[in-house]
């Protein structure tokens, strides 16, 4: 007898869950640890693990579908058996197709730490090997799997990516019989007006967007940093150790590792920020655990980085590419994205020099780190010297810090961001 597959919760907060591509087809054979599709969820894109060995009999939901949690899938059952009717029951009511343009944010609502070597997209391997005429299109790999398997000629696409690339927004619109960009008069592209279905991702950073601006008394302090000392150690540590091979301890470290391990060893030294409002009482974090992330096609993943106030800055680094990596091949588990108790955000790369992050619940405060620029500044001499200043801004949430607080925490950071060797110790 066929076994029918549900939609299986994969998160914490997840109520429903969008079909992103089937990695398996009907009349494929399965067993049990393969994965049968991808699915988008309020946190993340996931993959869906079988349970069941035989053959996948009927798909009873189509790329692009919302499904609830416990409706129908799949059914897998033995070769030559006929796949049953979908079972009804009020959980299996599916909802329209959506476009799958959802960032893949944990809970975060502003941009987390982005990791530079992690700006690049993910690239899964597509469904079969492109054609020699398809590699000279500039397209994503997400957006050529979704077009190979759905059946969709890349070759007259208009890419609305940047230079022209065709990204995964311009499949789906093709899928729809729409275009996405209009020319005009000018030559040059412009929007169309269209209503842009919201993920269930979406909906979800929306929803703790609000209640946390609405429901935080946030308030914000601003310092700044000279960066030199910490550019400095950065280019001597990377010139012994870059040059050698991993098996020999060798690695290259990043402004953000030394960013990370700072505000780890800052929350240590003053841990009345690293805890959160719980109404009756103030929970008080006796770890240190920061959430950050990792910037993909389709949005951003937050994974975190566990006990962070333990770990010495080669294991920070370590961590962080190595999680980069798995958010990269959509292996994230729940729990690499779980458990945060403090979050570092950064503009910096895009030449944001100030800013200040929204507090991501739970929560009592907010790191945002802008770009480090030259600027003139008066020396320990009274010289006007070329300085590199570094401001870093602090969103806190009132009822558990105050602002005295708030600013020790900085002082805190500032100090051992100038005197890195503190980092160590």
């Known amino acids: 007898m066929a076994t029918i597959i549900d939609m299986p919760k994969l998160s914490d907060t997840m109520t429903v869950g969008t079909l992103v591509n089937w990695l398996k ?16 969820t309020d946190k993340a894109t996931m993959e869906l693990e079988n349970f069941e060995d035989g053959i996948l009999l009927k798909q009873y939901v189509k790329v692009g579908e919302q499904v609830p949690i416990g409706a129908p899938i799949a059914a897998i059952g033995k070769k030559g058996e006929t796949a049953p009717e979908a079972p ?68 007259n696409l208009q890419g609305t990516g940047p230079g022209g690339r065709i990204v995964k927004a311009d499949v789906l619109a093709a899928l729809e019989g729409k275009t996405s960009l209009t020319p005009s008069p000018m030559g040059l592209p412009i929007a169309k007006d269209e209503k842009i279905p919201v993920s269930n991702m979406r909906r979800a950073i929306a929803t703790h967007l609000v209640q946390s601006k609405t429901q ?21 540590l990377n010139k012994n150790l870059g040059e050698l091979p991993a098996e020999k301890g060798g690695l290259k470290l990043t402004i953000n590792d030394f960013l990370l391990k700072a505000t ?14 719980q109404g009756d009482f103030i929970q008080q974090h006796g770890k240190v655990n920061l959430a950050f992330g990792v910037a993909l096609e389709e949005g951003l993943v937050t994974p975190v980085i566990k006990d962070a106030h333990a770990k010495t800055l080669r294991q920070i680094s370590s961590e962080v590419k190595e999680l980069a990596e798995k958010a990269r091949k959509k292996k994230l588990s729940p729990n690499d994205m779980q458990g945060h108790t403090f979050t570092v955000t ?39 010297v070329v300085g590199n200043r570094l401001n870093i801004g602090f969103s806190g949430d009132h009822r558990v810090v105050d602002g005295v607080t708030g600013a020790i925490f900085l002082n805190a950071l500032k100090e051992i961001i100038e005197t890195p060797a503190l980092m160590f110790v």
């Open 88 to 155: 009804l029951s009020p959980s299996t009511t599916k909802v329209k197709p959506v476009e799958l343009s959802g960032a893949l944010l944990e809970k975060e609502p502003e941009m987390p730490f982005i990791e530079p070597e992690a700006l690049s997209p993910v690239s899964p391997t597509p469904p079969s090997a492109p054609s020699v005429e398809q590699k000279r299109i500039k397209i994503s790999p997400l957006a050529r799997k979704i077009a190979s398997s759905s059946n969709v000629s890349i070759q």
């Open 264 to 277: 780890a060893e800052a929350l240590r030294r003053v841990p009345q920020v690293n805890a959160s409002w």
């Open 346 to 384: 950064n503009l910096g790369m895009f030449g944001i020099e100030s800013f200040f992050g929204i507090i991501n619940p739970p929560n009592a405060g907010i790191l945002s780190v802008g770009a480090t620029t030259k600027k003139p500044v008066v020396d320990a001499h009274g010289n006007i």
């Open 25 to 40: 087809k009907e009349g494929d054979p399965v067993s049990a640890g393969d994965m049968l599709a991808e699915v988008e």
């Open 216 to 236: 935080i008394p946030h308030f914000y302090l601003n310092i700044e940093v000279d960066a030199t000392p910490l550019i400095e150690l950065r280019a001597a």
